[in-house]
C-alpha cells in the first residue's frame, strides 16, 4: 500500500510559533532563505530558528511559500488567512501553482485542508502529485496555452477540491480561476481536468492522452 501524504512532516518549535516543513514538498523556491535569513538559514543546523524574528515576520513569509511545505502554528492563535478565491497559475515549463481553499487527495496523498501547493503537470515528479523539479531535469517545454481576451466575473468562493485521479488527470470541483504565468486568463469556472501526464495537446487541460501513452502516475 502507498503511504499517504498528510502534511506536516517536521516541527521546528519557538517561544511564540512553530514552523513545520515538509521536505518532500520543498520545490527550494527560497523566499524564505533570501527574505529572512534570521530565521531560514540553509547552512544552519537546525535550518529553521523559530525564534528568530517577530511572529508577524516569519508567518508572513512563511506564507510566500508557493509549494505548502512550510506552515506555522501561531500560539496567540492567529492562523493563516483562507484566500477568497481559488487560483491556478501555470508556471512556465513549470509546475502548477496553487492557492487557495484547498482539498488535495489521492492514492497518495490526503490534505483537508491547504492553501498552497505546488503541483506536477510533467508527468515526472517522483513526489506526485507534489512537484518535485523534475521538469527541470527532463527540460519540459510545453507549447503553453494562450490567454483568453474575456474579462471573468468575480470568482465564487468555496472549497476546490483538487483529486489526482489514478494514473490520469487532476479533477478539479470547486470554483477556480486558472491563469498563465503572465497573468492571462485561461479559465473560470466550477470544474476541470488538468493534465498531469505532460503529454496533452491542449495544456493545461486533460484531452485523454493518459490513456494512450500509459501515464502510470502511482
Ligand atoms: S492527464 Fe495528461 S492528457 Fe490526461
Not at 506526485?128 to 527541470?136: L, V
Request: a negative charge; charged letters at 25%; proline letters at 6%.
Amino acid at each position: 500500500m502507498v503511504e499517504q501524504y498528510t502534511g506536516k512532516d517536521r516541527r521546528y518549535a519557538g517561544d511564540d510559533v512553530d514552523i513545520t516543513y515538509s521536505l518532500k514538498r520543498c520545490i527550494h523556491a527560497e523566499f524564505c532563505v533570501k527574505r529572512l535569513s534570521a530565521v531560514f538559514d540553509k547552512n544552519a543546523r537546525p535550518w529553521i530558528n523559530a525564534n528568530g524574528a517577530s511572529p508577524d515576520e516569519m508567518t508572513s513569509v512563511v506564507e510566500l511559500c508557493p509549494s505548502g511545505a512550510l506552515h506555522y502554528d501561531r500560539k496567540d492563535g492567529v492562523q493563516e488567512a483562507i484566500p477568497e478565491k481559488n487560483v491556478i497559475k501555470i508556471r512556465h515549463n513549470g509546475p502548477l501553482e496553487v492557492r487557495g481553499d484547498l482539498a488535495i487527495e489521492g492514492a497518495t496523498v490526503a490534505l483537508a485542508q491547504e492553501t498552497r501547493a505546488s503541483l506536477c503537470r510533467c508527468g515526472a515528479s517522483n513526489n506526485k502529485p507534489f512537484c518535485d523539479n523534475t521538469h527541470k531535469e527532463i527540460q519540459f517545454e510545453p507549447v503553453e496555452a494562450v490567454s483568453i481576451d474575456e474579462v471573468p466575473s468575480p470568482s465564487e468562493s468555496g472549497k476546490l477540491v483538487i483529486t489526482a485521479c489514478e494514473n490520469g488527470p487532476l479533477e478539479l470541483n470547486g470554483p477556480v480561476e486558472i491563469i498563465n504565468e503572465a497573468g492571462g486568463f485561461l479559465f473560470q469556472g466550477n470544474g476541470t481536468a488538468l493534465c498531469r501526464c505532460g503529454g496533452s495537446g491542449n495544456k493545461p487541460f486533460c484531452d485523454g492522452t493518459h490513456e494512450r501513452i500509459h501515464f502510470k502516475a502511482e
